[in-house]
């Protein structure tokens, strides 16, 4: 991964996370040189990338498409009332860049797909899915298996959030906890927007850690929130011998 150097202004404003026992301008300078894929930049993923951009990653690719609806702002931070019936993602762009002008963005307004899925992943050292509906989820886990890149999972059910990391030849995959689209899964589905918060910080620390070598990501374990209790499970994941994405064949 290209580690470029950093200028006074970068470090300035990584200054207090550089103190990380470990972190040090090594690990700024690969995530500076770094750029991750994130599947939708609603609650959950744009929480994702407004810690990374805040984080000084280097260039965010990201997927999503359509309109704000009213109903998307308990949730969408980087959205505003002004944006409604305009594209997400220039809302999007402009909110981003407002905190971290010198955030490199590739916007895509479209959602993932069996058709785009592989040349995004190509843009990108990590992935992140975000996304609502198994087809676009399972088609970004195809994706990134095949070009051997990692992904951290992301996902929110009313007060739920989950979150685990793939690591094509390390783990199993997606398609190993679900090995076919739920017929009975729609696109919209309870959530409180803190929820999707949380869960979208915990995934950009993820990318994080992915990033710089640091910490132990999720690996083989999903962390699973209920955030009404309160009670948090780390519960193994095996890779399914007859999976046709990531098992032997």
Not at 3 to 11: D, N, Y
Not at 92 to 116: G, K
Not at 138 to 144: S, T
Request: contains cysteine; charged residues 20%; hydrophobic residues 45%.
């Amino acid at each position: 991964m290209n580690a470029p150097e950093l200028t006074a202004e970068e470090r300035a404003t990584y200054e207090w996370q550089m103190w990380l026992p470990g972190f040090g301008e090594a690990a700024q300078r690969k995530l500076k040189g770094a750029s991750v894929l994130i599947s939708r930049v609603g609650g959950l993923g744009g929480s994702v990338a407004y810690q990374l951009a805040a984080a000084g990653v280097g260039r965010l690719v990201l997927a999503h498409a359509g309109h704000l609806r009213r109903s998307d702002l308990n949730r969408q931070l980087l959205q505003t009332h002004d944006g409604l019936g305009l594209l997400r993602m220039d809302s999007i762009v402009r909110r981003l860049h407002e905190l971290n002008p010198r955030l490199e963005i590739t916007a895509v307004p479209e959602n993932v797909s069996e058709a785009n899925a592989a040349s995004l992943v190509a843009q990108a050292d990590v992935v992140v899915d975000a996304a609502p509906l198994f087809e676009e989820r399972l088609a970004l886990n195809r994706a990134a298996f095949a070009a051997r890149k990692p992904m951290v999972e992301c996902a929110v059910y009313a007060f739920e959030a989950q979150i685990t990391t793939f690591i094509p030849g390390r783990t199993g995959c997606l398609q190993c906890l679900v090995p076919a689209v739920p017929p009975d899964w729609k696109r919209q589905f309870p959530v409180l927007g803190a929820v999707s918060g949380t869960a979208g910080c915990l995934g950009a620390v993820e990318v994080v850690k992915l990033l710089t070598g640091l910490g132990r990501p999720l690996a083989g374990t999903r962390l699973v929130m209920d955030l009404g209790t309160m009670e948090f499970r780390r519960l193994k994941t095996a890779r399914r011998a007859d999976c046709p994405v990531c098992g032997p064949g």
